[in-house]
């Protein structure tokens, strides 16, 4: 597993785990910057020896090497000095530190300071130095050193606790904002025999734990190969072990009244009843995100609710008469608990009165449409390409497998391989998670919903037909807000995203994507109240039956399926999240009932041909459970007012609810989706739609 030239930058590198680090990696083909002050344990003097002499070591046995012997107060001096020897930063360890040991009682500022100084400040001083580095070339590693004390507390180190605890929320963070970048971040908990240990472990133990047997833990968090991020890693004489958080059932804590309904209140005498709960850990889960944090709060809030409201059966967990006791939380799996979960979270929504609301001032329409969004580089493969050409259908067509369109979309050697064109709606995906911290628009994601979706493919320059998408490729992304409009209860936002194949001669357009978000809550800003498209009218289904319809009955495992392909909302997947949200199981992403509609309008109107498929839109206004039954009905409405070459074919997407989703026998509930595509035409023979050929005549449904 060697390196490759790759750079990587080692704090604290001149004595114990540090040197260990710079060694090993170099002797795997690392470049390393030896960077140490030269100090003492606690801080004081400095010099260029300690660097000079590693550097000198790995030089010795034929490795590449400099030193720095700036502070870790002074990121910006190391990384540049790595970039003036190296050119680039590949990985960061920040692995430099001091002890000003004392009891709590007895510790002065100066003591807090300096380890604060070192261990968190310096920390986020070379990491945010090197941090642009890494993203603009889309790959980076990040190791920082917790400690035991960080993780469990130790007498005499509360200053040295405090900062290794905040190594661990650093890391948790940098790890989300790295990761869309190729920029990985985790965290290790080393014990090894050090300057920093000999004082307070026995000189047996100190044998046994030789810093040396840490290094190659991290330099695996250092390699190409090392795909983990916002891990915990404790690590000793050869041992290594992941650390995560583990949380109880828990228990609520608000009483009830005489008849054994709920009060609206918690008092210090039902958390006293309901404390052994709070600290049994039989049935644990492992929070991971701050999703994860507030999902059981929600869910306890709405076991409340329902039974303030009256409903039967809720605060049934354990039969506690004092108390909803143990259990409550992870009552939230039932369709009541998330009915009443949602209306929750609508309460507690700011409620937008006459144009006014509390989140108004976080708008500036203005100044969000100015914003740059970073763009994204990416890359797909064949096997993406088929993946989610099954996971919205592709395998289920009516001849099956061996349908000509499913083996052009599946299969790498069909006569002619092809890509749904609907897979393109995936790629703005990266780039539009920026929207809630973009200036001018800052909001909570957890209140957006996704209302449009508009789909042009990029024209051919040889033949004017819709360019074919290659089965795989390397992307890049660029996007920019179109529009914030002020809709009183909360705000529409257009995003702009257009998507080229990087290649060697440039970047060739592939595809656009306009994406209409609504995000709740944040109205009332004053802004204009509805986009102006002139000339481009929506075209809706006409009166009258469908021309065609086609018919998928949606796998059990296909939001499963689909969330690979690259969205991985716990709400398609986890029932406690989903019920949490107010349904009663998880649902399918809307955009692959998209993927179904593109399915069957080529299908049946593009003759199986990918490539006539220009454009494509539809509005989102319900949601699909797994194991319903989705029917595109499909209208031929003439030609384009878009594309003067194109024929319009307009379509409405229903569920029919099943058994096990609605309660009841199979029905119709209503419209999932409804939009347009737009047809090259072949010759001068209009465009037309073809029925399923199971069905013979269209659905009436």
Not at 253 to 275: I, N
Not at 468 to 473: D, I, S, Y
Not at 489 to 498: E, K, M, Q, R, T
Request: net charge neutral; with cysteine.
């Amino acid at each position: 597993m060697g390196f490759g030239g790759r750079v990587v930058i080692v704090t604290g590198a001149g004595n114990g785990l540090g040197k260990a680090y710079a060694l090993y990696m170099a002797s795997r083909g690392a470049r390393v910057v030896v960077n140490d002050l030269g100090g003492a344990v606690d801080g004081s003097g400095g010099g260029s020896r300690a660097a000079d002499a590693v550097v000198d070591t790995i030089r010795a046995a034929g490795g590449t090497a400099v030193a720095s012997y700036d502070s870790v107060e002074h990121g910006d001096r190391i990384v540049a000095s790595a970039l003036a020897a190296f050119g680039r930063v590949d990985a960061v360890v920040a692995n430099a530190g001091i002890l000003r040991d004392t009891s709590f009682a007895k510790m002065t500022d100066a003591e807090w300071d300096a380890v604060y100084a070192v261990h968190t400040r310096g920390t986020f001083s070379v990491v945010r130095a090197a941090w642009p580095h890494m993203r603009q070339q889309g790959y980076g590693r990040v190791v920082l050193v917790s400690s035991s004390t960080g993780l469990y507390g130790n007498f005499g180190q509360a200053n040295y606790g405090a900062a290794k605890g905040a190594a661990l929320g650093l890391a948790a963070a940098l790890a989300i904002e790295g990761r869309r970048r190729g920029v990985l971040v985790n965290t290790i908990s080393p014990i090894a025999a050090s300057r920093m240990t000999e004082d307070v472990m026995p000189a047996e133990l100190l044998e046994a734990l030789q810093p040396e047997a840490v290094a190659p833990v991290v330099a695996y968090l250092c390699h190409d190969s090392c795909r983990h991020s916002g891990r915990v890693v404790e690590v000793g004489a050869g041992w290594a072990a992941g650390v995560r958080w583990e949380r109880s059932k828990g228990a609520t804590s608000f009483a009830r009244a005489a008849g054994g309904a709920l009060r609206d209140e918690s008092t210090p005498e039902a958390v006293a009843a309901a404390w052994p709960a709070v600290g049994d850990f039989a049935g644990a889960s492992h929070p991971d995100s701050t999703q994860s944090a507030f999902e059981p709060m929600l869910a306890a809030r709405a076991l409340v609710d329902a039974s303030l409201r009256g409903d039967a059966g809720v605060g049934a967990a354990t039969g506690d008469k004092e108390d909803f006791g143990a259990g409550a939380s992870q009552a939230a799996g039932s369709a009541r608990v998330g009915a009443a979960s949602a209306a929750t979270q609508r309460q507690l929504l700011p409620v937008v009165e006459g144009g006014k609301a509390g989140l108004s001032d976080a708008v500036d329409a203005a100044k969000a449409c100015a914003a740059s969004l970073e763009s994204v580089r990416a890359s797909y493969s064949e096997r993406d390409s088929a993946l989610y050409a099954l996971a919205v259908g592709a395998g289920d067509l009516p001849a099956g497998p061996t349908d000509d369109l499913a083996l052009a979309l599946t299969y790498e050697g069909a006569a002619e391989p092809a890509v749904l064109p609907s897979q393109a709606v995936l790629w703005p995906h990266a780039v539009l998670e920026a929207l809630p911290s973009t200036p001018g628009l800052e909001f909570d994601p957890t209140m957006l919903l996704h209302g449009e979706q508009d789909l042009v493919i990029a024209r051919s320059a040889e033949d004017g037909l819709p360019v074919a998408l290659p089965p795989a490729a390397r992307i890049v992304t660029r996007a920019s807000i179109a529009g914030v409009f002020d809709k009183g209860s909360g705000a529409l936002v257009v995003a702009d995203a257009v998507t080229s194949e990087a290649g060697a001669g440039g970047a060739s357009p592939l595809a656009a994507n306009r994406v209409s978000v609504f995000v709740r809550g944040i109205g009332g800003f004053g802004g204009h109240r509805a986009p102006v498209t002139p000339g481009d009218r929506r075209v809706a289904p006409p009166a009258g039956p469908p021309h065609a319809a086609w018919s998928w009955r949606v796998p059990l495992n296909a939001a499963l399926l689909y969330r690979l392909c690259g969205d991985y909302n716990p709400l398609h997947a986890d029932p406690s999240f989903a019920a949490a949200a107010g349904f009663a199981k998880p649902i399918l992403h809307g955009l692959a009932s998209l993927g179904c509609a593109t399915l069957h309008v080529v299908r049946a109107s593009c003759e199986g041909n990918v490539r006539r498929l220009a454009r494509i839109r539809a509005r989102f206004s319900a949601p699909v459970v797994p194991g319903d039954t989705l029917v595109t009905h499909m209208w031929a409405c003439g030609q384009s007012a878009w594309a003067t070459d194109c024929d319009v074919v307009a379509f409405r997407v229903l569920v029919v609810r099943s058994a096990a989703s609605s309660g009841a026998k199979d029905s119709v509930a209503e419209a999932v989706s409804q939009g347009e595509a737009h047809i090259v035409r072949v010759g001068s023979r209009g465009v037309r739609v073809v029925a399923e050929p199971s069905q013979g005549r269209p659905a009436r449904l």
